[in-house]
């Protein structure tokens, strides 16, 4: 009977632990010129990143950080929310904590990339444009290829 008690005990503190983490991510600024715009910023990120998940060309992760760092710095509403986003939420926690992203986002980014620009390097009529896309489809899964993935047992691996 002792046992679960202890198991009970360890992931209370193990969300406690968590949550000073995550209030440790939030440094709102001192000046309310500088929040205005970090929360303009924020917002823009976040929109960038939302039609990052539509536009082949367009990246969606770096935008969703760049909004969660814009609006830990500007206001602390907009940043929990984020957080608390069923799916930009790990990953933002992730990238915070560790700077490194899970594998099943990294898998997911490499296929809707081969997806969304195999789909485009298709409908584009001209060679210059297929061979443009190419290269900047190349560049992007060189960038995502040097994100660390971390596991479950915290290790850090490149690919």
Not at 129 to 158: E, N, Q
């Amino acid at each position: 009977m002792q046992q679960p008690l202890n198991k009970e005990i360890d992931l209370t503190q193990d969300k406690k632990k968590q949550n000073t983490q995550e209030n440790s991510l939030l440094r709102i600024h001192d000046s309310r010129l500088m929040r205005g715009l970090y929360l303009g910023g924020g917002i823009i990120a976040l929109i960038l990143g939302a039609l990052g998940a539509i536009l082949p060309i367009l990246p969606t992760t770096p935008f969703i950080l760049l909004a969660a760092a814009c609006f830990a710095r500007s206001s602390e509403s907009f940043h929990n929310k984020l957080l608390a986003n069923r799916i930009a939420g790990p990953v933002i926690r992730e990238w915070c904590l560790y700077k490194s992203i899970p594998y099943r986002v990294k898998r997911w980014a490499y296929l809707l990339m081969a997806l969304s620009f195999g789909t485009s390097i298709l409908l584009v009529p001209a060679v210059w444009h297929k061979v443009m896309l190419g290269v900047i489809a190349a560049i992007l899964a060189i960038f995502i290829w040097r994100i660390p993935v971390r596991d479950s047992c915290t290790r850090y691996k490149t690919s």
